[in-house]
């Protein structure tokens, strides 16, 4: 159940950055106001996350990291935005280091 929250907390994460970026400054209100709604979804699933247990440094890894490749891809495939693949070797290594975060907070049974 821990990690469903922070999938919703990365996916709302995701909608409200994308959100952001189609408000233009906050000119355009529908766009804006979910901008807001997804930021506090966000940190209100992450925050059940943390209260459920699982670390800090991995919640938020993981959220920072997917939420960095989601916005990349989204920007890419719907935003047309260019991604090199520099951009796509640093998405990968951001994974790394967060697979390596999550690997590292593994307690023996």
């Not at 967060?98 to 023996?108: D, F, K, N, Y």
Request: aromatic share 8%; no cysteine; proline share 3%.
């Amino acid at each position: 159940m821990t990690w469903l929250f922070l999938a919703g907390a990365i996916v709302t994460e995701v909608a409200a950055t994308t959100a952001l970026k189609l408000s233009e400054g906050f000119t355009r209100l529908v766009p804006s106001i979910a901008v807001v709604i997804g930021y506090i979804a966000a940190f209100g699933l992450i925050s059940q996350a943390l209260v459920r247990g699982m670390p800090l440094g991995v919640a938020y890894g993981v959220w920072a990291a997917a939420g960095v490749a989601l916005v990349a891809v989204v920007g890419a495939a719907f935003l047309g935005e260019s991604m090199t693949w520099v951009q796509v070797g640093g998405i990968a290594l951001v994974i790394a280091g967060v697979l390596a975060l999550e690997l590292g907070a593994r307690h023996p049974a």
